[in-house]
């Protein structure tokens, strides 16, 4: 009989961090939480292997916030290091979610100078940054990282993957020698396992999870596709089971395709490494209250894309490598939902996505384009989009963004997209409204459809299964063996 896992406060939590937490439903810790808390709290370097979405913020998190001391004017005490604008706010909020009256600043670049340099110069106890922006600011004189004896590197791999390795360790070699040091990474050999050398001090290891995402959990299909059938082939899929992340090659093709998504009734928001910082905030806020249906990113950006509930990915562009075909698809089928992964395959590249199957493990055929099929492979219940309100960066003027679903969860008719605009913009090039502008603003879709699944811990069930899975996965089967070619 296994003993029950330790509490927060059996861990060595102050009591004011375990009252905050509970506040927000959070009563027990996750399993790398139970590991690596209490090292952390009595002063260890830790180096911890764990996948995305294992609750690592709150791992490293909570210790930083129980025993950071005060910084000054410019010299913060605390560094948490991450390598996407996008993960730098998530880690932001979530600390000032339980931290108190404790600090907390952040930089990243892709937005000004001015709020991130006035947040130094007031004093922050801990600084959640990019590297680039950081060293930048440190050149200027706007923050001096010697009194900084507590170090954080989130998800460590990736940085390296993006090349901040050398920046990486210029930083450290600006903190005190005789800091704390925590790291996580999904990996921890190569160039991780050099850094540890490097810059700990007889780290503690833990490591929870697989090494690599199991995209076993997801249903994957492979449809045989002409070039030019891809973007309507691409729209019924995402009308069959959203919310999708769509992944495309470059930029310009994901902007592209969401214009192209748009005139064909799908909601779709673009994220890539040419969108501002607002763009890619804004981007990612409305796929994860559910106001578009799809996130059209590039490898890279996604890179920075942390949300639950995603119902299926769609490999618009075949992925550069069995890796990245396994990061992709790791983004649907998690914590016990289910999810589908469907690969646009034209006929030039099937040798090559064969040989990737067998790289990750898979055998599924090459079939004909099937979206009932696929709507039959999802669990998912029928959603409709959330109505929401935007401030418009061009002028100013504040607009309620349509929905582009009827109530009832489906693609609208060609005829209703016309008469409401939808993938029209709304505007001609003067910027004046068009002809029944006026009308349309009386008549917005109010359809309400759920938020996505939260990505605070006190919703989601320890364990990442649900009530029905067996069941769900053994009538997934079933399906999955129906639509196989006869």
């Known amino acids: 009989m296994s003993s029950p896992s330790p509490s927060f406060a059996d861990l060595g939590v ?21 590991a690596t ?23 490293f998190g909570i210790p930083m916030v129980s025993s950071i001391g005060e910084g000054t004017p410019r010299h913060p005490r605390g560094l948490i290091l991450a390598p996407t604008r996008e993960l730098a706010d ?23 100078y001015g709020p991130q340099v006035k947040s130094l110069r007031s004093g922050v106890d801990i600084l959640v940054a990019c590297p680039g922006r950081l060293e930048d600011l440190i ?72 090494e690599t995402p199991d995209i076993t959990a997801a249903d994957h299909v492979f449809w045989n596709v002409v070039r030019e059938e891809r973007t309507t082939i691409t729209a019924d899929a995402i009308g069959a089971v959203w919310p999708a992340i769509v992944f495309c090659r470059t930029r310009h093709g994901s902007d592209r395709l969401a214009k192209q998504l748009s005139k064909k009734g799908i909601k ?39 949300v639950d509930g995603v119902a299926s990915v769609v490999h618009y562009d075949p992925p550069e490598d069995h890796k990245t075909y396994v990061h992709r698809s790791g983004r649907t089928a998690r914590a016990g939902e289910s999810g589908v992964v469907v690969s646009l395959v034209q006929s030039d590249q099937m ?22 099929g696929l709507r039959a492979l999802s669990d998912g219940e029928p959603r409709t989009l959330a109505a929401p309100v935007h401030v418009d960066g061009r002028d100013g003027q504040e607009r309620q963004e349509r929905s582009g679903r009827s109530g009832n969860g489906q693609r609208p008719s060609s005829k209703s997209r016309r008469s409401s605009g939808s993938g029209g913009g709304g505007r001609n090039r003067n910027g004046k ?29 320890q364990g990442g299964q649900k009530q029905g899975t067996a069941a769900k996965q053994s009538n997934r089967k079933a399906r999955r063996a129906h639509l196989q070619p006869k």
């Open 90 to 112: 998530q880690i932001s909020t979530e600390l000032r979610s339980f931290s108190g009256k404790i600090r907390i600043g952040i930089v990243y670049g892709g937005v000004g």
């Open 433 to 461: 409204g068009r002809k029944g502008a006026k009308n349309t603003k009386r008549n917005r879709n109010n359809a309400s459809g759920p938020e996505s699944t939260s990505q605070k811990q006190g919703s989601q069930k």
């Open 351 to 372: 040798k090559d996505l064969q040989k990737m199957q067998r790289q990750v493990g898979l055998s599924e055929p090459f079939t004909e384009p099937d979206p009932e």
């Open 37 to 59: 808390i209490a090292d952390a709290l009595d002063g260890r370097d830790v180096c911890g292997r764990a996948p995305t979405g294992s609750g690592k913020t709150l791992a």
């Open 139 to 210: 050149d200027r004189g706007d923050c001096n990282l010697s009194d900084v004896d507590y170090v954080v590197l989130d998800e460590a791999d990736r940085m390296a993957d993006m090349g901040f390795m050398p920046a990486v360790r210029r930083l450290l070699d600006q903190t005190r020698n005789n800091r704390q040091t925590v790291l996580f990474s999904a990996t921890l050999d190569g160039a991780i396992a050099k850094l540890t050398r490097d810059y700990q001090n007889n780290p503690v290891r833990h490591e929870v999870g697989e």
């Open 268 to 306: 779709s928001a673009a994220i890539h490494g040419g969108r501002s910082q607002n763009q890619r905030t804004r981007a990612l806020s409305d796929f994860s209250n559910n106001r578009v249906h799809a996130l059209i990113a590039t490898d890279v950006a996604a890179r920075g894309i942390h």
């Open 14 to 34: 102050p009591s004011q961090v375990c009252d905050a937490l509970e506040r927000r439903g959070i009563t027990a810790p996750f399993e790398i939480q139970a």
